[in-house]
T-cell receptor, first 115, second 116 residues
C-alpha cells in the first residue's frame, strides 16, 4: 500500500523564523508527483508547492521550498521568514501517475506562527 | 475566475436519512474529485468523475455515490447516514490528466456534514 507519513502533528515557531515540515512516503512507483497543500481555518485546500519525482532539482515558490530526497522517499517543506498568515494545517500528498493522479494524503501538521 | 463552489456549507442530518452535496468546478475543468476529511481517518479519496463518467473510486461502501452532469457540476449522495459519516467533504476540480500534475487540484471550501 502506498502511504504518506507526516511525523509532526503540531509545530509552532516565532514570526520571521524558518520552519521545516517533514514528510515521508512509501511507494514502489518510479513516476509520481508530490504536493504540499495548506488548509487555513477557511477549510479550503490551497496548493503551496509541487514536485515531479523525475526532477532532481528542488522546487521553490517564493518563501516555500522543498528538500526532495527520492532515494530516501522524503519530501520536506521549508518555510522561510514565516508570517502569521502561514498558520494553518499543512498536508503532504502523493500522486502516482498510474492512478489518474488521485491524491494520497498524509495526516497533516498543524503549524502555528506566533507573533 | 470563479473558484470551486460547494453547497451547502453546513448540513445537519439525522441518522438514517440521505444527503446530497453539490460541487461546481472551475469553468473549463472537466474532472471533479471528492474527498472525505475526518479527524480520525484524515483525508480519504471517495471518487473522481470526468466527462460524466466515474474514473476512479475509493474504498467506501455503496451508500456513497456520485454523478456528474454535462456542465461538469457534480453531486455526491450518501444514503442511510451513519454517525461516522460526519465529516468535511471536499470537492476538487482539475483539468484533464497530465495537467493535474502541473497545476494540482483546486479545492472548494467543503461541506461540513454532521449526522446526529
Amino acid at each position: 500500500a502506498q502511504t504518506v507519513t507526516q511525523s509532526q502533528p503540531e509545530m509552532s515557531v516565532q514570526e520571521a523564523e524558518t520552519v521545516t515540515l517533514s514528510c515521508t512516503y512509501d511507494t514502489s512507483e518510479s513516476n509520481y508527483y508530490l504536493f504540499w497543500y495548506k488548509q487555513p481555518p477557511s477549510r479550503q485546500m490551497i496548493l503551496v508547492i509541487r514536485q515531479e519525482a523525475y526532477k532532481q532539482q528542488n522546487a521553490t515558490e517564493n518563501r516555500f521550498s522543498v528538500n526532495f530526497q527520492k532515494a530516501a522517499k522524503s519530501f520536506s517543506l521549508k518555510i522561510s521568514d514565516s508570517q502569521l498568515g502561514d498558520t494553518a494545517m499543512y498536508f503532504c500528498a502523493f500522486s502516482p501517475m498510474d492512478s489518474n493522479y488521485q491524491l494520497i494524503w498524509g495526516a497533516g501538521t498543524k503549524l502555528i506562527i506566533k507573533p | 475566475k470563479a473558484g470551486v463552489t460547494q453547497t451547502p456549507r453546513y448540513l445537519i442530518k439525522t441518522r438514517g436519512q440521505q444527503v446530497t452535496l453539490s460541487c461546481s468546478p472551475i469553468s473549463g475543468h472537466r474532472s471533479v474529485s471528492w474527498y472525505q476529511q475526518t479527524p480520525g481517518q484524515g483525508l480519504q479519496f471517495l471518487f473522481e468523475y470526468f466527462s460524466e463518467t466515474q474514473r476512479n473510486k475509493g474504498n467506501f461502501p455503496g451508500r456513497f455515490s456520485g454523478r456528474q452532469f454535462s456542465n461538469s457540476r457534480s453531486e455526491m449522495n450518501v444514503s442511510t447516514l451513519e454517525l461516522g459519516d460526519s465529516a468535511l467533504y471536499l470537492c476538487a476540480s482539475s483539468v484533464f490528466g497530465q495537467a493535474v500534475a502541473n497545476y494540482g487540484y483546486t479545492f472548494g471550501s467543503g461541506t461540513r456534514l454532521t449526522v446526529v
